[in-house]
């Protein structure tokens, strides 16, 4: 287990939402409970009344009244089973979106590293099959778990008041039914458990490959992803088939062998004693309603063992999810800090991923005033989203190495330092939705002027009212109806609406011609008068108007300053400036 997990134990994330509905829970199991009574009452009614007929000692009218007994009696049955099942199943499924919301919070506080290592197919597979079979074991679980107790033990009462003999000699093969649950019960479990590990590869693969299907198309590899897809596949459907020959193939049909060693030992022995006239034919018959009436709880607890079996192997997959301890963490008792206006120091700022990793910074020190912009060049690699990252806390920096507005980076509460913070990613990520939601991300409540005025500064708004449904116009999943250039005007059109105190720009104009980055700066520029700003670019015609600019190189910064004293340097700046020029008039 990692070292950033705690242990939970199996039921313990759901303890709580059963505690809150113990009342539901109550009343649910007090249907239950009646309705068997009523079923128990049936064959009891019955052996009176076929007893009394076989003496004459019944009319006619007494028949259909007993007639009418049973019918209303089975009219209350339909009823209340319907009820306990609105009652209680209806709960399984408050579970259910309880246990998602709880999941999905729990996917929100974790921090990069955690994604790193998780595969989205794992993930996906939790919130699908695994979430199902808790709500199974804790709705209709439950509800057979309750049934088969007062069932039995009712059911064993009321047979050993017509014969205790003959009660004995019936549940003779019942014990074999421990033995057989106990042995299927493990293998159940076991292969249960590969089965949802399996799912989550297969999960993964039909995720990575919808996701990439234009490169696979482009590389015409359809029948390559194919023959995977197929592989991972058959071999879900083959761990499926183990378990079903377990689960169904071999674990119910032994069930159904024991009850009916039992049906026959009640036939031999109880039709002798009916014969005899050792019993009635009334009581024989109720007798052998009542070892009907037990053939169900034999019957379920195979059910009910499968479900348990498959409901704590999910939970056990979920607990791993819930007991996983977010890195990125408050520290107790900060007090708030809702505005920052963005004055920024690193001190001798040291990092690297891990104990193992190489260094990606080794002792970096600059400030910048509130206000002011700032620029980071410098070579694929050097480090320039990774600064980005600490300053967000998308990893957790050294302490006392980030400072903001004089408060040292870990005394500033999470919320308020990402509300405070807006950053345009170098991988754009749009949603599945319209143009206009997706730029109101930032600022649900934006009114329609406000989104059309920040993709106007963003330059995107004119390629956006081409299109035939203009705002209104619902983009494919992560954008992919739109190019990349736009994809990257409407992130910025998106961080500008919600007008942040510190906006982060990595390297978000890569994909736009140079007249229009010009543009969209210009109108930054205004736009974002007296507010701290960060650009990481890797053309130095995006980042010349900055107050202050960094190269970094070698985890360290080698040069600093603004354009023209970096230019009047003649090192990595200028090189890199030079270099530029010359492609661009080469164009």
């Not at 074991?137 to 014969?163: E, R």
């Not at 700022?349 to 400030?367: C, E, G, N, T, V």
């Amino acid at each position: 287990m990692p070292a950033s997990q705690k242990t939970m134990r199996t039921f313990e994330m759901v303890t709580p939402y059963l505690k809150r509905n113990v009342l539901r829970i109550l009343v649910g199991v007090l249907l239950i409970i009646i309705v068997d009574i009523a079923q128990l009452i049936i064959p009891k009614i019955m052996q009176v009344t076929i007893d009394k007929i076989g003496i004459a000692a019944i009319t006619k009218s007494g028949l259909l009244k007993v007639g009418l007994l049973i019918l209303g009696l089975s009219l209350a049955i339909a009823l209340l089973r319907f009820l306990w099942r609105l009652i209680l199943i209806g709960a399984s499924w408050s579970l259910d979106r309880d246990l998602r919301k709880a999941y999905y919070q729990q996917l929100m506080k974790l921090s990069q590293n955690f994604y790193n290592r998780m595969k989205t197919g794992d993930l996906m597979a939790l919130a699908t099959n695994d979430i199902n079979a808790v709500r199974m074991l804790f709705g209709f679980g439950f509800v057979i778990a309750v049934d088969i107790v007062f069932l039995t033990i009712a059911t064993l009462g009321f047979m050993l008041s017509y014969n205790v003999r003959l009660t004995l000699l019936a549940i003779i093969p019942l014990p074999l039914l421990s033995i057989i649950i106990i042995v299927f019960g493990r293998r159940i479990h076991k292969l249960f458990g590969r089965v949802q590990k399996i799912f989550a590869e297969l999960s993964g693969k039909v995720q990575e490959s919808i996701s990439g299907i234009r490169v696979i198309k482009a590389f015409h590899q359809e029948e390559f992803e194919l023959e995977k897809m197929s592989e991972s596949a058959y071999d879900y459907v083959k761990q499926n088939i183990r378990l079903v020959k377990i689960s169904q193939g071999l674990f119910h049909p032994f069930m159904f062998l024991v009850i009916s060693f039992s049906m026959l030992i009640v036939m031999v022995v109880g039709g002798e004693s009916a014969l005899l006239g050792e019993v009635s034919m009334g009581e024989f018959i109720a007798f052998f309603q009542y070892l009907g009436m037990l053939v169900w709880p034999m019957i379920a607890i195979g059910w009910i063992v499968n479900m348990y079996q498959r409901g704590t192997a999910s939970l056990k997959r979920l607990n791993e999810i819930f007991a996983e301890d977010p890195e990125i963490a408050d520290d107790p008792d900060l007090t708030p800090i809702p505005f920052l206006r963005g004055a920024l120091e690193i001190k001798h700022l040291a990092f690297r991923y891990h104990d193992k990793a190489p260094w990606i910074f080794r002792d970096i020190s600059f400030s910048l005033d509130a206000g002011n912009t700032l620029a980071i060049v410098g070579r694929t690699g050097c480090g320039k989203t990774t600064l980005i990252d600490l300053l967000l806390r998308v990893y957790n920096p050294p302490r006392d190495s980030f400072y903001i507005d004089g408060h040292e980076l870990f005394s500033i509460p999470v919320k308020d330092l990402r509300a405070n913070i807006v950053t345009v990613p170098q991988e754009i990520f749009l949603f599945s939705d319209s143009i206009a939601d997706n730029i109101a991300l930032s600022k649900p409540d934006a009114s329609r002027e406000e989104v059309e005025a920040a993709a106007k500064i963003a330059q995107v708004y004119n390629d956006i009212i081409e299109f035939e449904e203009g705002f209104d116009t619902v983009i494919g999943e992560r954008g992919v109806t739109l190019s990349g250039g736009q994809k990257q005007r409407l992130a910025i059109a998106r961080a500008l609406l919600s007008d942040p105190n510190i906006l982060v720009i990595d390297d978000s104009l890569s994909a736009v011609d140079t007249k229009t980055e010009k543009e969209i700066l210009t109108a930054l520029i205004e736009n974002r008068r007296n507010k701290t700003t960060i650009i990481i670019a890797h053309r130095i015609s995006a980042i010349q108007h900055a107050d202050t600019i960094l190269v970094l190189d070698n985890g360290t910064i080698v040069e600093q300053g603004n354009h023209q004293s970096l230019l009047a340097l003649g090192g990595i700046y200028h090189n890199l400036h030079e270099k530029q020029q010359i492609e661009e008039r080469l164009k």
